[in-house]
């Protein structure tokens, strides 16, 4: 069944540390992209491809980084995550003129 | 490049009728509209196609102007299950990016 994935949902962890937030869509998708929103509020554009090896920054300014090796993988990087990375991360992906799906989100907290 | 909504807050009873607006200064290729509800992924509702075409489900209608680069969401006897925030995504003729709007909080009340 085609979809879209995120792992992991849930993280906890330390000032300073290192994580990678996963996503991958089985629709063959040309166009992936990264959303943060903060709980009731609106949906902030981080990160998005046109396909593999085509990154480009959203209008948030963010301290993450993408890559695109596969067209199916997404994943986003923070090399030091702190206090103000808490929020929820949205991944989606489409195809130009239709639909955009997302995934179920990470919720991130960085104690 | 971020859409603007209005109204940001609706609170209407079951069975009223409610529009939301969403404008962009670009021109553009595509509107979305989705609705999400607390604690939830965003979920497809309507898209408007340049050039009049529209793909969507439930009784829920919109109206592109390409002219004006403005939508509207119709959502008409409004029932319980319409609470949550509503979105619109525009996708400029230019970029291929869908950037969102700030969201409209919808409550429905018995």
């Known amino acids: 069944e085609a979809d879209i994935y995120q792992t992991p949902r849930y993280l906890v962890i330390g000032t300073g540390k290192k994580i990678t937030l996963e996503c991958s869509q089985t629709m063959g998708h040309d166009k992936m992209y990264w959303y943060q929103q903060d709980p009731g509020m609106e949906l902030h554009l981080i990160h998005y491809s046109y396909g593999v090896n085509s990154t480009e920054k959203g209008d948030l300014s963010s301290e993450s980084t993408v890559s695109r090796i596969r067209t199916e993988h997404f994943p986003l990087t923070l090399e030091s995550a702190r206090p103000s990375h808490t929020s929820q991360y949205l991944c989606?992906?489409?195809?130009?003129?239709?639909?955009?799906?997302f995934g179920p989100g990470t919720r991130l907290t960085v104690l | 490049q971020q859409p603007v909504q209005s109204p940001q807050a609706v609170i209407l009873r079951e069975g009223e009728d409610a529009v939301i607006n969403c404008s962009s200064s670009?021109?553009?290729?595509?509107v979305h509209w989705y609705r999400q509800k607390h604690g939830e992924a965003p979920v497809f509702l309507m898209i408007l196609l340049k050039g009049g075409e529209q793909k969507g489900h439930e009784k829920i209608s919109a109206s592109f102007n390409e002219k004006k680069q403005q939508s509207s969401l119709y959502l008409t006897a409004s029932q319980l299950s319409y609470s949550g925030t509503y979105f619109c995504g525009t996708e400029s003729s230019s970029g291929y990016a869908l950037n969102f709007g700030k969201g409209t909080s919808l409550l429905v009340t018995p």
């Open positions: 989606a992906s489409s195809v130009r003129g239709h639909e955009q799906f």
């Open positions: 670009k021109a553009l290729y595509s």
